[in-house]
């Protein structure tokens, strides 16, 4: 099962703080920023259009939809990339069947004539395999929630990359723990991802100062 979207919701100056972090996990990795912050990529994974990803990521605004006519555009954009084993969309009646919405409701809800419920936000989210408040977060804390994902996946990298560097640094044959376990830090960092902002960023900021320190030490030895 996905997990449910972080809450409070994320504003604007958190969105601009987590495209940094990325873009500096990505740097330390060796990533350009165009690597780690694709907006088509981004586009599919947050359900916001592709426009607004650009402008969100520039840290320009962008206008935000009513609520019915950002879960229009999400649905519709499920429909058209959440594809059979075939390659083929599924169809309303399908969505019906496996949903437990009725084809009648799937359809109006697709042609736009019927305003959701959250309990058909609930159901389809379940059926396209989203996490919970998809349909109709603010395209901020959407793409807040699409950048987190990534931030997790480079955190988990960079954590081998140190490990393997200091392994790399260690004497022949030395073997023994790995070094965030050695240190009592393994797992923090992952974690770090679910934090709110400001706390997330200290963290990091410590968890990056104290594995430097401690690898250089070892190296030393």
């Not at 607004?52 to 962008?62: E, K, P």
């Not at 950002?70 to 499920?78: A, E, G, I, P, W």
């Not at 058209?80 to 496996?98: C, D, M, P, V, W």
């Not at 109006?108 to 389809?124: F, V």
């Amino acid at each position: 099962m996905t997990e449910p979207f972080p809450v409070p919701p994320a504003t604007a100056s958190q969105l601009t703080t987590a495209v940094e972090r990325v873009t500096d996990l990505g740097a330390k990795l060796g990533r350009r920023r165009a690597d780690v912050l694709d907006p088509e990529e981004l586009h599919i994974a947050s359900g916001v259009p592709l426009e607004v990803v650009r402008a969100l990521l520039q840290g320009r605004t962008a206008g935000e939809p009513d609520i019915h006519e950002r879960f229009r555009q999400r649905l519709d954009l499920l429909h058209a990339t959440y594809l059979k084993e075939n390659g083929r969309k599924f169809s309303h009646g399908e969505i019906a069947r496996q949903s437990g919405i009725s084809r009648q409701q799937v359809q109006a809800l697709l042609g736009g004539d019927r305003r959701p419920t959250m309990d058909h936000c609930a159901r389809l989210e379940r059926f396209f395999e989203r996490p919970a408040g998809f349909l109709q977060s603010e395209d901020v804390e959407a793409l807040s929630c699409a950048l987190a994902v990534i931030e997790k996946a480079l955190l988990q990298e960079y954590q081998e990359h140190s490990e393997r560097n200091a392994l790399s640094a260690a004497p022949a044959g030395a073997g023994g723990p790995r070094l965030y376990e050695r240190h009592g830090v393994d797992g923090i960092a992952l974690r770090a991802a679910l934090l709110p902002a400001q706390g997330r960023t200290k963290l990091l900021e410590w968890l990056d100062n104290y594995m430097d320190e401690r690898a250089a030490e070892e190296s030393a030895g």
